[in-house]
């Protein structure tokens, strides 16, 4: 199939680059070795993809990391205009640039508690900056948020969450976005000839329904 896709974008010059591309496989599966005009695809086990790095182990510890990073940067390109301007000013500028950058792809994530407990923490340091306060003063994070004005980023996760689905769920031309939503994946269980549900998919779901609570 990737072959008929490169003859086809070719006709119209869009052809697949062999050295930037990449392949991930599932584990226990026979090696498989895939080729793009005689050069063999390099394997890897994780890859950045439009912004989010994907890995098959299903570990979202790696992208929590990129996107904390992430947010941090965007916040002290400006943290000097946090620190001055109006309470209401600011946390729309704080929700619009730096938790955009914390919670981008969030969408599809299956976080645990203390997954967002991290994301949390990252947010919670950034607020006594803005504030000018330190553990010293002995503020409670509850009131930081309230202090600070800015959206918590673990309510907003499970609510971006929501509304993507919704927004998937009202897809009508049987896109590959809706489809791979709609999808059941099962994988075999060495143990048994029984299938059993995969479990990030159970605890995606699981979070859709309840909120994340």
Same mark, same amino acid.
Request: hydrophobic share 35%; aromatic share 8%.
């Given at each position: ?16 680059? /062999?050295?930037?591309?990449?392949? $991930? ?8 070795? +895939? ?20 890995? $098959? ?8 990391? *990129?996107?904390?990073? /992430? ?7 400006? +943290? ?9 000013? *600011? ?34 340091? $950034? ?11 002995? +503020? ?6 309230? $202090?600070?004005?800015? /959206? ?26 809706? *489809?791979? /939503? ?13 299938? *059993? ?17």
């Amino acid at each position: 199939m990737l072959q008929e896709v490169n003859a086809k974008g070719g006709e119209v010059g869009l052809k697949i680059n /062999a050295e930037k591309s990449k392949i $991930m496989q599932t584990a226990g599966l026979p090696k498989a070795y +895939i080729l793009i005009g005689g050069v063999v695809l390099e394997e890897v086990d994780s890859y950045v993809y439009l912004g989010q790095e994907l890995n $098959m182990r299903h570990d979202p510890q790696p992208e929590i990391s *990129r996107r904390r990073a /992430a947010g941090w940067r965007k916040f002290y390109s400006i +943290i000097d205009f946090l620190k001055r301007t109006a309470r209401s000013y *600011r946390s729309h500028l704080f929700n619009t640039t730096v938790l955009k950058a914390v919670t981008y792809g969030g969408e599809t994530w299956s976080l645990t508690k203390g997954e967002g407990q991290k994301l949390a923490v990252t947010e919670t340091a $950034m607020e006594r900056r803005i504030l000018g306060v330190s553990l010293c003063d002995h +503020i409670e994070n509850k009131t930081l948020c309230q $202090m600070s004005g800015v /959206a918590d980023v673990v309510g907003i996760t499970p609510e971006n969450k929501i509304r993507w689905t919704g927004h998937v769920a009202r897809l009508a031309d049987n896109r590959w976005t809706s *489809r791979i /939503a709609e999808w059941y994946p099962r994988i075999e269980n060495d143990h048994s000839a029984g299938l *059993r549900e995969d479990g990030v998919r159970t605890w995606w779901r699981w979070q859709v329904r309840t909120g994340g609570k």
